[in-house]
Protein backbone atom coordinates (compact mmCIF):
# COMPACT_ATOMS: atom_id res chain seq x y z
CA UNK A 1 0.00 0.00 0.00
CA UNK A 2 1.13 3.58 -0.46
CA UNK A 3 3.49 4.78 1.84
CA UNK A 4 4.25 8.70 2.11
CA UNK A 5 7.72 10.11 3.49
CA UNK A 6 8.56 14.31 3.65
CA UNK A 7 12.58 15.21 3.45
CA UNK A 8 14.05 18.68 3.13
CA UNK A 9 12.45 20.71 6.10
CA UNK A 10 14.80 22.60 8.29
CA UNK A 11 15.79 26.22 9.24
CA UNK A 12 15.71 28.91 7.23
CA UNK A 13 16.14 32.81 7.33
CA UNK A 14 13.46 35.34 5.86
CA UNK A 15 13.63 35.30 2.23
CA UNK A 16 14.64 32.26 1.71
CA UNK A 17 13.85 29.29 -0.13
CA UNK A 18 13.37 25.26 0.71
CA UNK A 19 12.68 22.38 -1.19
CA UNK A 20 10.41 19.73 0.22
CA UNK A 21 10.11 16.00 -1.11
CA UNK A 22 7.16 13.83 -0.77
CA UNK A 23 8.58 10.08 -2.14
CA UNK A 24 6.27 7.37 -2.27
CA UNK A 25 7.15 3.67 -1.35
CA UNK A 26 4.93 0.40 -1.79
CA UNK A 27 3.33 1.44 -5.13
CA UNK A 28 3.69 4.12 -7.82
CA UNK A 29 3.08 7.44 -6.97
CA UNK A 30 1.74 8.12 -10.40
CA UNK A 31 -2.09 8.09 -10.30
CA UNK A 32 -2.16 10.03 -7.49
CA UNK A 33 -3.40 13.73 -6.77
CA UNK A 34 -0.73 14.83 -3.89
CA UNK A 35 -1.53 17.61 -1.70
CA UNK A 36 0.94 19.35 0.71
CA UNK A 37 -0.35 20.43 4.01
CA UNK A 38 1.33 22.31 7.18
CA UNK A 39 -0.12 22.69 10.73
CA UNK A 40 1.97 25.50 12.83
CA UNK A 41 1.73 24.96 16.58
CA UNK A 42 -1.63 25.76 18.21
CA UNK A 43 -3.17 25.52 14.56
CA UNK A 44 -5.18 23.76 12.40
CA UNK A 45 -4.05 21.45 9.91
CA UNK A 46 -4.27 23.78 6.64
CA UNK A 47 -4.08 23.30 2.72
CA UNK A 48 -1.18 24.49 1.20
CA UNK A 49 -1.18 23.38 -2.18
CA UNK A 50 -2.30 20.33 -4.17
CA UNK A 51 -0.77 19.03 -7.66
CA UNK A 52 -2.78 16.54 -9.61
CA UNK A 53 -1.77 13.51 -11.10
CA UNK A 54 -1.06 14.59 -14.24
CA UNK A 55 1.37 17.14 -12.97
CA UNK A 56 0.14 20.10 -14.54
CA UNK A 57 -2.61 21.72 -12.43
CA UNK A 58 -2.67 22.61 -9.25
CA UNK A 59 -5.17 24.07 -6.41
CA UNK A 60 -3.75 26.65 -3.83
CA UNK A 61 -4.22 28.43 -0.78
CA UNK A 62 -3.90 31.90 -1.29
CA UNK A 63 -1.00 32.81 1.27
CA UNK A 64 0.85 30.17 -1.10
CA UNK A 65 -0.13 32.11 -4.42
CA UNK A 66 3.02 33.48 -6.25
CA UNK A 67 5.61 32.09 -3.74
CA UNK A 68 5.33 28.06 -3.27
CA UNK A 69 4.60 26.00 -6.41
CA UNK A 70 4.82 22.66 -6.71
CA UNK A 71 6.66 19.49 -9.07
CA UNK A 72 6.34 15.75 -9.42
CA UNK A 73 8.69 13.70 -10.89
CA UNK A 74 7.22 10.34 -11.39
CA UNK A 75 10.31 8.50 -12.06
CA UNK A 76 11.70 9.19 -8.61
CA UNK A 77 8.12 8.34 -7.25
CA UNK A 78 8.84 12.14 -5.91
CA UNK A 79 6.52 15.04 -5.25
CA UNK A 80 8.04 18.49 -4.41
CA UNK A 81 6.99 21.65 -2.80
CA UNK A 82 9.27 24.50 -3.82
CA UNK A 83 8.90 27.64 -1.41
CA UNK A 84 10.28 30.87 -2.11
CA UNK A 85 10.29 34.36 0.12
CA UNK A 86 9.49 32.18 3.13
CA UNK A 87 8.25 34.16 5.59
CA UNK A 88 8.35 33.26 10.05
CA UNK A 89 4.38 32.69 9.62
CA UNK A 90 5.38 30.22 7.15
CA UNK A 91 6.39 27.91 10.42
CA UNK A 92 5.09 24.29 10.87
CA UNK A 93 5.11 20.92 10.08
CA UNK A 94 4.80 19.74 6.35
CA UNK A 95 2.76 17.03 5.17
CA UNK A 96 2.33 15.65 1.90
CA UNK A 97 -1.18 13.60 1.51
CA UNK A 98 -2.81 11.63 -0.91
CA UNK A 99 -5.94 13.02 -2.09
CA UNK A 100 -8.51 10.51 -1.15
CA UNK A 101 -11.12 12.14 -3.85
CA UNK A 102 -11.09 11.78 -7.53
CA UNK A 103 -9.58 15.16 -7.82
CA UNK A 104 -7.20 17.54 -6.05
CA UNK A 105 -8.11 18.13 -2.43
CA UNK A 106 -7.31 20.74 0.21
CA UNK A 107 -9.50 20.19 3.01
CA UNK A 108 -8.06 17.53 5.53
CA UNK A 109 -10.91 15.62 5.69
CA UNK A 110 -11.18 14.18 2.30
CA UNK A 111 -7.07 13.19 2.26
CA UNK A 112 -6.83 9.65 2.10
CA UNK A 113 -3.74 8.82 3.80
CA UNK A 114 -0.76 10.78 5.54
CA UNK A 115 3.28 11.18 5.65
CA UNK A 116 4.43 11.97 9.15
CA UNK A 117 5.56 15.01 8.14
CA UNK A 118 8.64 17.67 7.58
CA UNK A 119 9.62 20.54 10.37
CA UNK A 120 9.93 23.77 8.59
CA UNK A 121 11.30 26.77 10.91
CA UNK A 122 12.00 30.15 9.42
CA UNK A 123 13.67 32.14 11.48
CA UNK A 124 16.94 35.02 11.38
Known amino acids: QLKLVESGGGLVQPGGSLRLSCTASGVSITPFHIAWFRQAPGKEREGVLCLTRNGVNTTESDFAKGRFTASRDNAKNTVYLHMNRLKPEDTGVYYC?????????????????WGQGTQVTISS
Open 97 to 113: AQSGLPWCTLVPDNVGR
